[in-house]
């Protein structure tokens, strides 16, 4: 799987205020809150689902890929997305350390970094759940 996705009863507006307040714990900045069922619907694309898709940062780890290999810019910002619908609420991330892994670059630092990084987002996801 490329994903780790969870389920729970919150509903989006809570699970984002959730998901912000432990992001910040964590040293992690969003960087923007995207709607991307109300841009479907303003291009005259209902759907039927709530999807928010969060960019997040954290800016010290960005810092030092970047530094490695500029090339890992296409990897970023880091994205959570939250799927809601009538019954229930999917969160989740892109599994950084497998994403990370096709890069060309053979630096062990900026697998070891996207790992450490995934490991804290699924962490922030497992408390706010």
């Not at 290999?69 to 296409?74: K, L, R, W």
Request: charged residues 30%.
């Amino acid at each position: 799987m490329f994903d780790f996705t969870l389920t729970t009863y919150k509903k989006t507006k809570e699970l984002i205020e959730d998901l912000k307040k432990e992001l910040k714990e964590e040293n992690f900045g969003v960087l923007w809150e995207f709607e991307l069922h109300k841009k479907l619907a303003e291009k005259g694309l209902p759907y039927n689902h709530s999807v928010t898709i969060l960019e997040v940062c954290n800016p010290n780890a960005a810092a030092k890929i970047i530094a490695i290999d500029p090339m890992a810019s296409y990897f970023l910002p880091c994205k959570i997305v939250i799927i809601e619908d009538t019954k229930e609420t999917k969160v989740g991330v892109l599994k950084l350390a497998q994403l990370f892994s096709h890069m060309d670059s053979d630096n062990v630092e900026i697998k070891d970094i996207a790992k450490e990084i995934e490991e804290r987002l699924i962490k922030i996801i497992n408390k706010v759940v």
